[in-house]
Antibody
């Protein structure tokens, strides 16, 4: 069974930084495009960022562009999200998600990691 | 990047059918037949139930079906069961953006 396990969430002050990790296992990580999606408490899903298999193509939602950086290490089977200049509105559960081999949808999700931005 | 529009809630009796709409624009749903749907139970991660508008992953029940007309996609759940009570989200590829989710619909089984 495909496994995606996020880590790195926690409480951070406004303006602070945090780095999320997503450890992938039981599939060939380097063969799949990956995404980050978040969900604020009691709210809907928000797509945040995409990275291609090799990492050479990256997209961001406007809400995080210039503050968040997605990256991957295929040798370590890991996906990352560096989050800087955090705001209260960034408080959410952050999910990593695998893009399906047939594309344009997310076939496996991690369990999520909670990021709370508060003073 | 405005969210796609879904009704906040839809309800139905066991065994009946319900349909959830997802309205976008000519830049997302209207331009691409690449809508996916996700089911999310409380405290759980979303689960893919429909991709490319009307295709089901092999492990998903055939009680779930998808369709599209113009800028509106729809998810139909037939033979409603208690386990279908959950939140449902649509998502569309949107070219340069490139993905946008719907606002979410809470399904209640009466």
């Amino acid at each position: 069974e495909v496994q995606l396990v996020e880590s790195g969430g926690g409480l951070v002050q406004p303006g602070g930084s945090l780095r999320l990790s997503c450890a992938a296992s039981t599939f060939t990580f380097s063969s799949y495009e990956m995404h980050w999606v978040r969900q604020a408490p009691g709210k809907g899903l928000e797509w945040l960022s995409y990275i291609s298999r090799s990492g050479d193509t990256i997209y961001y939602a406007d809400s995080v562009k210039g503050r968040f950086t997605i990256s991957r290490d295929n040798a370590e089977n890991s996906l990352y999200l560096q989050m800087n200049s955090l705001r209260a509105e960034d408080t959410a559960v952050y999910y990593c998600a695998r893009e399906a081999s047939y594309g344009y949808s997310f076939d496996y999700w991690g369990q999520g990691t909670l990021v709370t931005v508060s003073s | 990047q405005s969210a796609l529009t879904q009704p906040a809630s839809v309800s139905g009796s066991p065994g009946r059918s319900i349909t959830i709409s997802c309205t976008g624009t000519s830049s997302d749903i209207g331009s691409y037949n690449l809508v996916s749907w996700y089911q999310q139970h409380p405290g759980k991660a979303p689960k893919l139930i429909i991709y490319e508008g009307n295709k089901r992953p092999s492990e998903v029940s055939n009680r779930f079906s998808g369709s599209k007309s113009g800028i509106t996609a729809s998810l139909t759940i037939s033979g409603l069961q208690a386990e279908d009570e959950a939140d449902y989200y649509c998502c569309s590829y949107a070219g340069s953006r490139p993905y946008v989710f719907g606002s979410g619909t809470k399904v209640t089984v009466l």
